[in-house]
């Protein structure tokens, strides 16, 4: 017991603390090391695709949006004149399936829906 040395009633043996590292084969140590950077590689990729992916889509809703604005405006210009556009008169009235364009009733019916929702932070 002379090579130890006592500290506080306790044993204390020389040296470094922990496990003491394996000898590891450094060709299979490359290999992890090449497989894990394979792998961050194609995670990173698949990263940007679904970024890439997700900023396209909301271009096409920002374009979306776009056209729906303009199409507000046209319906406030043409009110402004005096002029009650027909699609706004099918909502008033309930009929949308009337109209001669069915298709583009349902969708100022969504859009109507949409600006209800969200309509107080566009007027500012």
Do not use: F
């Not at 497989?35 to 990173?44: F, G, L, N």
């Not at 729906?68 to 005096?82: F, I, P, R, V």
């Amino acid at each position: 017991m002379d090579e130890n040395k006592m500290v506080a009633g306790k044993v204390k043996k020389p040296g470094k603390r922990g496990r003491k590292p394996a000898k590891i084969d450094l060709k299979a140590k490359l290999e992890r090391s090449r497989q894990s950077a394979r792998e961050c590689r194609a995670r990173k990729k698949l990263r940007y695709q679904y970024l890439e992916e997700l900023v396209s889509s909301k271009e096409r809703a920002i374009c979306a949006l776009r056209e729906e604005l303009e199409m507000y405006k046209q319906w406030c210009s043409a009110m402004d004149q005096g002029k009650i556009p027909s699609e706004i008169k099918a909502l008033l009235t309930g009929d949308e399936q009337k109209t001669p364009q069915s298709g583009s009733g349902t969708k100022s019916t969504k859009n109507n829906k949409n600006t209800t929702n969200s309509g107080g932070g566009a007027h500012t």
